[in-house]
């Protein structure tokens, strides 16, 4: 990845570049938008007072827009999150395109092999096409309060803080690149996240209005990639690392510097589905 980018090629990523705003204001942990396909309708309507019709429209989206912030507050204070007031447009788009207005696009890839043992699945060799993706870099003292504070920019960037104006709908899976030391034991405080422009968009994506937020053409690339269950921090992406090397039968042909998580569900469902890429060097 070149300085302030994120190729899939895996390089840079300075970490003399500052966080912008993440920077400042209070500390943020996780919340993801796997975290907004929790909520339900039913959840938003237990607050309701079943007079919304005769409020007008205008009045009934205020209201929900108020509902929906309030309850992602509350979720996210479990994560040690605060999420700020101008988030309730982004929360309120993709809650309500999340549950059956658009659906959610896969990153294309070609399997290229599969390697199993015991009916387990050891690894993946996958190709995937050059494509363009949003992605932003962060520098923040822990994995989970940089995905926060990226993850929550890019929200804005597909709900409308984009050239179209437009909702541009949601892709899986939502990606961080990862970089550690030499001996694999600890991750570096570069993060970047990334989002797959849907097809649609690919021909022309639009630019974010925030001008940390770059569009990047990642190459073609040969992925190595091991899935895995549960939670995602420091601690498990290290280990996730070491397991994949271990069961690689040429761990060399990969970058050993950057890695790729791939997150596909809700973090609050019991069997959570996460992989770790490794990708082969060009």
Known sequence: ???????????GGSDSQGGGSGG???????????????????QLSDSGNGSLEEEGEVMEEEEEQDRLLHYWQDVARGHQVEVPRDMATPIQQLTTNNHGAHDRESVPFTLITRKEKCGEVLYEKRHYEKAYWACITVHEDTYEQSICYGFMRLMRYICQQ??????????IPIVTVVRTDEAHSTLSRSVTVAYYLPTFHQAQPPRPHDAEIIIEEWPATIIYTRPFAGATNEYTIIN???MLAEVLDSPELCLNDSFIVAGYTNPAAANRQNEIWFLERP
């Open 1 to 11: 990845m070149d300085q302030g980018g994120c190729h899939l090629n895996g390089g």
């Open 162 to 171: 984009n050239s179209s104006g437009s909702y541009l709908g949601l892709t």
């Open 24 to 42: 400042s204001g209070g500390r943020l942990g996780m919340i993801t938008l796997e975290d907004l396909e929790s909520f339900s309708e039913d």
């Open 240 to 242: 996730q690392i070491s």
